[in-house]
């Protein structure tokens, strides 16, 4: 929640009083399709740096080289592909029967 208020540049009491369940569960989804946050931003700005540096010295460094954040640490936080999918064709497949009803 605190994520999505910062990239929308609101709070997230204005968030919570504005935002249905259903909108957060679609929000939810799309940021395991296209993430946001710092993890994001920092592989960004790391492979603009790996760009530059490849200029300099050809397949010395990796990717990883240039990342502050390790993401080892963060990859039992995050799901299987195949689960993801899985969640998400559930909560559109809800809210399809939920607008047919």
């Known amino acids: ?3 999505l208020a ?3 540049g609101r709070t997230v009491g204005e968030l919570v009083s504005s935002l249905s369940a259903e909108e957060f569960e679609y929000w939810k989804a799309f940021s395991v399709l296209e993430p946001i946050g710092i993890l994001r931003e ?3 700005f790391a492979n ?3 760009t530059f540096a490849d200029l300099q010295v050809k397949n ?3 990717l990883r080289d240039f990342t502050v954040f390790n993401r080892d640490k963060f990859a ?3 799901p299987e592909k195949e689960q993801v999918m899985r969640n998400i064709k559930a909560v559109f497949g809800a809210l399809s029967a939920k607008s047919k009803a």
């Open 76 to 78: 039992d936080a995050e």
């Open 1 to 3: 929640m605190f994520q």
């Open 42 to 44: 920092d592989a960004l």
């Open 6 to 8: 910062l990239r929308l």
């Open 60 to 62: 010395e460094l990796t």
């Open 48 to 50: 603009v740096c790996k």
